[in-house]
């Protein structure tokens, strides 16, 4: 069975850190781009992380580079989001996908094999 669960989600203080984890089965980790993505309210769902299959070179959006950490178990077939600094525009929902390319943020089957129901991260204080 395909499943892709994301946990960690919570709120934190503005110059805090929170760290995602995605459970991943079901999808061959070594075979996809593993992504976050986080949708605001209101907002379009927002790139954010990748990590590449093979040589496993990360990929971040500028609003994130430099605070935002992505990383990958393949043995424990876990990918994890280490978030640090964060700010209120960080709130949002953050999902976790298994991805054919990257950069995908389309609805599953036009370029991502699955994504996952999302961790609520909400940043305030």
């Known amino acids: 069975q395909q499943r892709l669960v994301e946990s960690g989600g919570d709120l934190a203080q503005p110059g805090g850190s929170l760290k995602l984890s995605c459970a991943t089965s079901?999808?061959?980790?070594?075979?996809?781009?593993w992504t976050w993505v986080r949708q605001a309210p209101g907002k379009e769902l927002e790139w954010v992380s990748s990590i590449a299959p093979g040589d496993s070179q990360t990929y971040y959006s500028d609003s994130v580079k430099g605070r935002f950490t992505i990383s990958k178990d393949n043995v424990a077939r876990i990918v994890s989001l280490q978030m640090n600094n964060l700010r209120p525009d960080d709130t949002a929902v953050y999902y976790c996908s298994a991805d054919y390319r990257l950069y995908c943020t389309a609805r599953v089957g036009v370029c991502s094999a699955g994504r996952g129901q999302g961790t609520q991260v909400t940043v305030s204080g």
């Open positions: 079901g999808f061959p980790i070594l075979d996809y781009y």
